[in-house]
């Protein structure tokens, strides 16, 4: 099912659910500002024509870019993004109405964690994807204080994360990639902080921004990864650039010395007489 909104409305339909009621959290609002930033600077620079962003309405990924088209592409349940632009409804994200090799950025911020089939998102992304085309991914970091809490027995203590999410670690995501010929080629952790509820001690713990980023990078609650569609046998090619033309050389006469017949010796003969 395909539904087109021209332009987005700036309420929200529908109750929210628990993953929209996290975001809205200090913890949810600390991670939306880091990857908001994070994926402003990483895709201002990634040109072409057409752009599109599946899930999350509380993220903008694409306001940094300057492609003409782009598009936010929702689930029919999703809440309406506050923000305007083109939003395209659909009823699964495993099944993209675009048509292959027409897309040239493609922004998938915690979608793979709350899908059934995630390997099929990202083939169905391949699809879509041009070649040399960029895929940017968010998600949360297992490796990290966040992802350890999530061990943590419900009954022993409340879930930090809504539960319905299935982390997907870094490393398992790069098998992911190379197995449909994406090239990652950047990675960014961020969210240092132990996973706090209240502001106050999230804000007491910013310190551990910059001792994080400097001692135990890889630990970050939340990662941005970034990966580019390889076409293997396909060469990129620059502008045929015309040479200059060298000038003929002039023919200059040259004095050549005339070849003189060599004269045989002559034999003498003696007179018996004398």
Not at 168 to 173: A, E, S
Request: charged fraction near 25%; charge should be neutral; glycine fraction near 8%.
């Amino acid at each position: 099912m395909l539904r087109i909104e021209g332009s987005a409305s700036t309420q929200r339909t529908g109750g929210e659910d628990p993953w929209q009621s996290w975001l809205a959290s200090p913890a949810g609002r600390y991670v939306l500002d880091w990857e908001q930033s994070q994926i402003d600077a990483a895709v201002a620079d990634v040109f072409g024509f057409h752009a599109v962003q599946l899930g999350e309405p509380g993220l903008d990924g694409l306001r940094a870019n300057r492609m003409p088209h782009r598009v936010s592409t929702l689930l029919e349940s999703d809440a309406t993004p506050l923000r305007a632009g083109s939003v395209v409804r659909i009823g699964q994200f495993e099944e993209l109405p675009f048509e292959s090799q027409s897309i040239d950025l493609v922004v998938l911020p915690h979608v793979l964690e709350f899908t059934d089939d995630p390997h099929q998102v990202l083939r169905e992304v391949e699809r879509v994807l041009r070649p040399e085309g960029r895929l940017m991914i968010t998600g949360f970091n297992p490796v990290s204080l966040w992802g350890l809490r999530e061990w943590v027995p419900s009954a022993v203590m409340a879930p930090f994360l809504p539960r319905e999410e299935h982390l997907i670690g870094v490393p398992r995501l790069r098998d992911w990639c190379k197995l449909l010929s994406f090239e990652m080629d950047r990675t960014r952790y961020g969210c240092f902080r132990p996973p706090f509820r209240s502001q106050l001690w999230l804000d007491r713990a910013r310190f551990m921004e910059s001792a994080g980023d400097r001692w135990w990078p890889i630990c970050g609650a939340v990662y941005l990864v970034s990966a580019v569609k390889r076409v293997r046998g396909m060469r990129m090619l620059g502008p045929a650039w015309k040479r200059a033309a060298r000038p003929a050389g002039r023919a200059v006469p040259t004095a050549q010395r005339e070849s003189i017949p060599r004269r045989e010796p002559v034999a003498r003969v003696s007179d018996p007489d004398t």
